[in-house]
């Protein structure tokens, strides 16, 4: 073994067993990640939301009629509460039972709808790789309530044909009930699955994640961080779960739509006498009487993606601050000087990122204080 190779074995040693590295997210790495406007994918709820171009207040595409998603609820547009600062979907009971005509994602000709909800339906597909993440107050308490922050599409006409979906965080039914635990799941079909395009035929990787607090007392951040052989999932910043994968048959590659909704799961709500079958749940659905709405409450969406300039090969680096922290083809360090990498900031902390290969030269000094931090991550060209 060469010394060459014998110090990058010191320094990857180095970096895995240091407790100064952290995740190399917007939090942690502000300088290498882009904010992406209102336009294309961001939302402060600080502005009255815009219904003509970026949001649908209902479920859209072919999904189960204007208003309903075929649950125990009614979608209503005025569940959406603008504060100025927050979103907030109401779930309540209605004042009266509104028939409606069901198309049969249940079953029957027509459901009384007894519950109202609410759900904000990006318009265009604009997410496709990066960072997500929401600051969120959730529901609890309750058995029936079904609140998601997800990012979904499917076109069996594309060629090839797919079904994609990510639950970013999910909180629905017992889950709900229990208050200190969250889900997640991806749901993926290809043609190397089967042959039917179908979601009944997709595969999915569900996980329920512990929280240490209650989801309903205050906001936490909920994350992903995804690429296309990688999604990550986190919880104040703190990774909770992470799925690996080259195949590209676990991880979605194609470009969703983003949903926050809040409904109630049909499978486990009180449901009025006329609705096709019927469920006896093991708590209530916790709305005792008119007037006592529980609130799925969002103070943003954010979504951010890496600066990204993956056919430039950065050679000789020497002096730190000439990087311009974007993805490289490569990146190796000038063996003629002494690079030092010495963040002292989380703003000036160093994550060098390549697809093919980091080479660090003999002579690199890496001396990060307890606040800033080093890191080397080679990853596929992030889009």
Same mark, same amino acid.
């Given at each position: 073994m060469s010394k060459f190779e014998k110090h990058i074995i010191f320094v990857l040693m180095l970096l895995l067993s240091s407790t100064l590295i952290k995740a190399q997210i917007p939090f942690n790495d502000p300088s290498s990640w882009n904010l992406q406007s209102a336009a294309n994918g961001t939302e402060e709820f600080n502005a009255p939301l815009d219904f003509i171009t970026n949001w649908h207040n209902r479920y859209n595409f072919n999904w189960n009629g204007t208003y309903s998603y075929g649950a125990a609820e009614i979608c209503y547009p005025d569940s959406l509460i603008e504060t100025g600062t927050t979103l907030k979907i109401k779930l309540d009971t209605l004042a009266q039972g509104i028939k409606v005509v069901d198309i049969g994602n249940y079953g029957g000709d027509s459901v009384t709808y007894v519950y109202q909800g609410g759900v904000l339906w990006r318009k265009q597909l604009l997410y496709k790789y990066g960072y997500l993440e929401i600051s969120a107050k959730? !529901? /609890?308490? *309750?058995?029936?309530?079904?609140?998601?922050?997800?990012?979904?599409?499917?076109?069996?006409?594309?060629?090839?044909?797919y079904y994609n979906e990510i639950d970013i965080i999910e909180n629905a039914a017992e889950i709900v009930y229990d208050g200190y635990k969250v889900t997640s799941n991806t749901? @993926?079909?290809? !043609?190397? @699955?089967?042959?039917? *395009?179908?979601?009944?035929?997709?595969?999915?990787?569900?996980?329920?994640?512990?929280?240490?607090?209650?989801?309903s007392a205050d906001f936490h951040k909920y994350a992903i961080e995804w690429a296309p052989d990688r999604i990550i999932w986190y919880i104040d910043d703190i990774v909770v779960r992470t799925i690996y994968d080259t195949s590209g048959l676990k991880i979605p590659q194609n470009a969703m &739509?983003? @949903?926050?909704?809040?409904? @109630?799961?049909?499978?486990?709500? +009180?449901?009025?006498?006329?609705?096709?079958?019927?469920?006896?749940? &093991?708590?209530?659905?916790? =709305?005792?009487? +008119? %007037?006592?709405?529980?609130? =799925?409450?969002?103070?943003?969406?954010?979504?951010? #993606?890496?600066?990204?300039? *993956? $056919?430039?090969?950065?050679?000789?680096? *020497?002096? !730190?601050?000439?990087?311009?922290?974007?993805? #490289?083809?490569?990146?190796? &360090?000038?063996? $003629?000087?002494?690079?030092? +990498?010495?963040? &002292?900031?989380?703003?000036?902390?160093? /994550?060098?990122?390549?697809?093919?290969?980091?080479?660090?030269?003999? %002579?690199v000094v890496i001396n990060p204080t307890s606040v800033g931090y080093f890191a080397i991550q080679t990853m596929e060209c992030p889009q």
């Amino acid at each position: 073994m060469s010394k060459f190779e014998k110090h990058i074995i010191f320094v990857l040693m180095l970096l895995l067993s240091s407790t100064l590295i952290k995740a190399q997210i917007p939090f942690n790495d502000p300088s290498s990640w882009n904010l992406q406007s209102a336009a294309n994918g961001t939302e402060e709820f600080n502005a009255p939301l815009d219904f003509i171009t970026n949001w649908h207040n209902r479920y859209n595409f072919n999904w189960n009629g204007t208003y309903s998603y075929g649950a125990a609820e009614i979608c209503y547009p005025d569940s959406l509460i603008e504060t100025g600062t927050t979103l907030k979907i109401k779930l309540d009971t209605l004042a009266q039972g509104i028939k409606v005509v069901d198309i049969g994602n249940y079953g029957g000709d027509s459901v009384t709808y007894v519950y109202q909800g609410g759900v904000l339906w990006r318009k265009q597909l604009l997410y496709k790789y990066g960072y997500l993440e929401i600051s969120a107050k959730f !529901p /609890t308490g *309750c058995y029936s309530l079904w609140t998601t922050f997800w990012l979904w599409f499917e076109d069996c006409y594309a060629s090839p044909p797919y079904y994609n979906e990510i639950d970013i965080i999910e909180n629905a039914a017992e889950i709900v009930y229990d208050g200190y635990k969250v889900t997640s799941n991806t749901w @993926i079909w290809t !043609p190397e @699955i089967s042959d039917t *395009c179908a979601y009944q035929n997709c595969v999915t990787n569900y996980e329920a994640l512990n929280t240490a607090f209650l989801l309903s007392a205050d906001f936490h951040k909920y994350a992903i961080e995804w690429a296309p052989d990688r999604i990550i999932w986190y919880i104040d910043d703190i990774v909770v779960r992470t799925i690996y994968d080259t195949s590209g048959l676990k991880i979605p590659q194609n470009a969703m &739509t983003a @949903i926050l909704s809040a409904g @109630i799961n049909p499978s486990k709500a +009180f449901l009025p006498a006329d609705w096709t079958f019927s469920h006896t749940p &093991t708590a209530p659905v916790c =709305f005792d009487g +008119f %007037g006592h709405p529980k609130y =799925f409450e969002i103070d943003y969406l954010r979504y951010y #993606k890496l600066n990204v300039d *993956c $056919s430039d090969d950065l050679t000789n680096l *020497c002096v !730190p601050t000439s990087y311009s922290r974007a993805v #490289k083809k490569s990146i190796t &360090t000038n063996p $003629s000087c002494t690079p030092t +990498f010495n963040p &002292t900031t989380l703003a000036g902390s160093y /994550t060098l990122r390549a697809v093919d290969h980091v080479t660090l030269n003999e %002579g690199v000094v890496i001396n990060p204080t307890s606040v800033g931090y080093f890191a080397i991550q080679t990853m596929e060209c992030p889009q």
